[in-house]
């Protein structure tokens, strides 16, 4: 199946976008450091970073497609968590967070945002995706509803906004593995939720 490229924004609801075809985006040599001057480029261009995320989604995809090194990190689940990650770039004063990240299959995170905008490569396995949107009212402020879910393959790309709320799942019998990159967290809007109590706290 061809890998798809997603948008998912701060309601819930994703959108199918255009993918850009694997063979328009072959380089020789093309490496993360240039990859993340790329980005950096990018985003400078603009005020609001969300505008950028095809851009940013087709340079995610130009990586994959080219760079054997990030499709052959050795990442293993811790075994209590089910879940590891990765850093792959960190330096001080720069402003993403580049990391690969792998679940063990069924593992399931809990229901988050980012407060940030991010951008999520598949690069192994599959990956269930459920979205939620606010729904607030005066006795539960932080109450949210689920919106709908998306399975992700091997190739397949997910972009999201600040207040998209999602949780995502390993599904099948292979760990999933993927590639993230985020912008800058706003500490004050990334929240963990319990759909029980409707109650967020900060992540």
């Keep these: 199946m061809q890998p798809q490229d997603w948008f998912i924004p701060g309601d819930g609801k994703y959108q199918q976008c255009q993918t850009v075809r694997e063979w328009d985006l072959l380089r020789e040599n093309y490496r993360l450091y240039r990859f993340l001057t790329e980005v950096e480029d990018v985003i400078n ?51 993403l967070t580049v990391q690969t990240v792998i679940f063990a299959p069924g593992t399931k995170s809990n229901i988050h945002n980012h407060g940030t905008w991010g ?29 709908g879910e998306l399975n992700l393959s091997a190739g397949d790309i997910i972009s999201f906004t600040p207040d998209t709320i999602h949780q995502i799942q390993s599904i099948g019998d292979e760990p999933t593995v993927t590639f993230n990159i985020y912008g800058e967290t706003d500490p004050e809007q990334r929240f963990e939720f319990d759909i029980i109590n409707n109650l967020a706290k900060k992540f």
């Design 45 to 95: 261009q603009v005020e609001d970073e969300t505008t950028c995320l095809p851009k940013l989604r087709k340079l995610v995809r130009q990586l994959i497609t080219n760079s054997y090194w990030i499709n052959s990190q050795n990442i293993v689940p811790d075994p209590k968590t089910g879940t590891s990650v990765l850093l792959l770039y960190d330096e001080l004063g720069f402003p």
């Design 119 to 147: 951008i999520v490569a598949i690069l192994k396995g599959e990956e269930k995706n459920t979205f939620w949107r606010r729904t607030p009212s005066p006795e539960y402020p932080n109450k949210i509803e689920k919106v």
